[in-house]
């Protein structure tokens, strides 16, 4: 059919370098001028194209080629790095990223120079309420604010006043680090509640909210930082129903949605019918780490305080960032580069399986995580964790022992976080091997009684 011959050509154009990694395709007028045929077949043949994840739109603009291939990935260095939670700069689409602030600059003019609502933009609320609408997050941009980083975010809740006049916060028990560092800069009493790779202990949530004072229950449902696994829906169900039913507010730390493989998992937010769940989105894991963006929805009751403490914090998310952020949502590359980076992952997270299912056994465990980009290592009990990676880390190997993620009262599983997001599947086959020579070299020099957490302080 003609449409594959435009396809074709065009194609073969891309990957000869005819039209170079972020050049512009012609217009659909020239090709179909080119090709004798109607702007309905060129149309069919770009749209082609677009699912190949090969090109992308930017609306008023035209097509534009996406850059793939990368100085990283082309050369890889020696370094296994199974410690980062940031994306390879190899893989962000640097062309694409700088069009769209170019792209920014010329359309919102003016507005990039000025103070702007503490919320953010409402054009760039209103793209992310779209966005949102994909996750069955149904939430107008007057419930919206968009902030200097998922991380400001929480920031922001931990330190004000809730409606329930309540103050401690509940978190899961490994729980995210940072959030951790946070609430203890903050002086605030943090409580934990054990979470493992079948999920939370319902029973046991319900007697916290019930007898203690808890201002809100800080969560990571879907691919939890560090076991990389999700909670069912039964008991994101339950935590909703609870929230309402003991007045306790959920923050709900939706960092990797973008990355979700299920269509059918929704976040605790969906199952909310009290407004007492605060849904939080980062968009640093996808393609934009630098730009700092992330999205909160609030509940009504939440909006004006929230509005205070964030211009006391910084006035207004950067203009630039916001208007960048706004042109990848309305053109879709943001969408098309996170289904890419989910079928990268995907492989990924499948090669560390395989990996650790060869090389790792006879007290070894790895979480079984169905995508995302964590999962946790459990070590054998006479392997200190961080006895581990201080020795890997002369062979440069990178890993990231899990006691920061507890808090100080409650005993840290000896284990490490394995994160996916730096490797390919060549670093990773090679990586688990290296860990596991480690682990031997590290085990024949002592008895099991010789295990000692405290012999290594980590830093």
Not at 91 to 103: K, V
Not at 252 to 272: R, V
Not at 405 to 413: D, F, G, M, Q, R
Not at 419 to 448: C, F, N, V, W, Y
Request: charge should be neutral.
């Amino acid at each position: 059919m003609k449409y594959e011959n435009v396809k074709n050509y065009l194609k073969q154009q891309i990957n000869s370098g005819s039209i170079k990694p972020g050049g512009k395709l012609p217009s659909i007028r020239e090709l179909s001028l080119q090709w004798a045929c109607s702007n309905n077949t060129v149309i069919r043949a770009i749209e082609e194209l677009e699912k190949e994840h090969l090109i992308y739109s930017v609306p008023k603009s035209g097509y534009y080629v996406i850059v793939r291939s990368s100085k990283s990935e082309d050369r890889p260095e020696e370094r296994i790095d199974f410690a980062m939670a940031a994306p390879d700069p190899g893989i962000i689409p640097y062309e694409e990223i700088q069009h769209g602030l170019n792209r920014a600059v010329e359309l919102y003019g003016d507005r990039l120079f000025a103070y702007g609502d503490p919320l953010g933009f409402p054009s760039l609320r209103e793209a992310i309420s779209q966005h949102l609408a994909v996750s069955q997050i149904f939430a107008g941009p007057e419930r919206i604010c968009v902030v200097s980083g998922a991380q400001q975010a929480l920031h922001l809740l931990a330190s004000m006043p809730f409606p329930n006049g309540k103050s401690a916060i509940l978190v899961e028990q490994p729980c995210y680090a940072g959030m951790l560092r946070l609430l203890s800069l903050l002086g605030i009493t943090a409580i934990g509640i054990a979470r493992t790779e079948s999920g939370l202990d319902l029973d046991e949530l319900e007697r916290h909210f019930r007898n203690n004072s808890i201002k809100f229950f800080y969560t990571v449902p879907r691919y939890h930082n560090p076991l990389g696994t999700s909670l069912s829906r039964r008991e994101k169900e339950a935590i909703a129903a609870m929230a309402e039913k003991y007045d306790v507010y959920i923050v709900e730390d939706d960092y990797l949605a973008d990355l979700e493989t299920n269509s059918k998992s929704d976040p605790i937010c969906s199952y909310d019918h009290s407004g007492r769940v605060i849904y939080i989105r980062s968009f640093s894991k996808i393609m934009l780490p630098g730009l700092r963006l992330g999205a909160a929805v609030l509940p009504e009751a939440l909006i004006p305080l929230f509005r205070m403490y964030k211009s006391s914090s910084d006035l207004s998310t950067a203009a630039l960032s916001q208007a960048a952020l706004e042109i990848h949502l309305s053109s879709g590359l943001l969408q098309r580069h996170a289904a890419m980076m989910r079928e990268r992952y995907g492989i990924r997270m499948k090669a560390l399986q395989e990996a650790c299912s060869r090389y790792l056994n006879e007290g070894f465990r790895l979480s079984q995580s169905t995508g995302g980009i964590f999962a946790q290592l459990e070590l054998p009990h006479h392997l200190a964790a961080e006895e581990l990676a201080a020795a890997l880390r002369q062979k440069d190997v990178y890993v990231f022992p899990t006691m920061p993620c507890y808090l100080p009262s409650v005993e840290s599983a000896n284990s490490c976080r394995l994160s996916i997001i730096r490797t390919d599947e060549q670093k990773i086959e090679e990586g688990i091997r290296i860990i596991r020579q480690t682990a031997d070299e590290l085990m024949s020099h002592r008895s099991p009684n010789q295990f000692n957490r405290s012999a290594i302080t980590w830093i």
